[in-house]
């Protein structure tokens, strides 16, 4: 009966163990475009304004920052808003975890001609 006992909460413990397997960690990844805003994405529409002036003027209408990958055709959500606002317009590579479209941002730095 011990013996009956100990393996059913052998197999109980493997199972519940089995079921709380962490799930993968998402790993951080360098990610590089141009910061624009949820309303233009990868193209201005603003007739004759800079990609800042068109991206900081639609943000003030209630877009959101993104980043615009014209390479992958892909537009990404920021997570932090605040830290996009100084690059706006501008050409960087944002650091962070993807996830369901929207980066998780770690970091935001000004893409210079050494790192394109």
Known sequence: MKIRSLLLVALLTC???GLAAPQAVAKKKVFTGAI????????????????????LE????GGKFVLADQAAQ??????????ARPYAGE???????????????????PLTKATK
């Open 15 to 17: 199972a519940a163990l």
């Open 36 to 55: 624009s805003d949820s309303a233009c994405g990868l193209h201005h529409m603003m007739a004759g304004a800079s990609a800042k002036k068109c991206t």
């Open 58 to 61: 639609c943000v003030g209408m």
């Open 74 to 83: 892909k537009v990404y959500g920021l997570s932090d808003q605040t830290a």
């Open 91 to 109: 050409n960087v590579q944002v650091t962070g975890t993807l996830k369901n479209g929207i980066i998780q941002v770690t970091s935001i730095q």
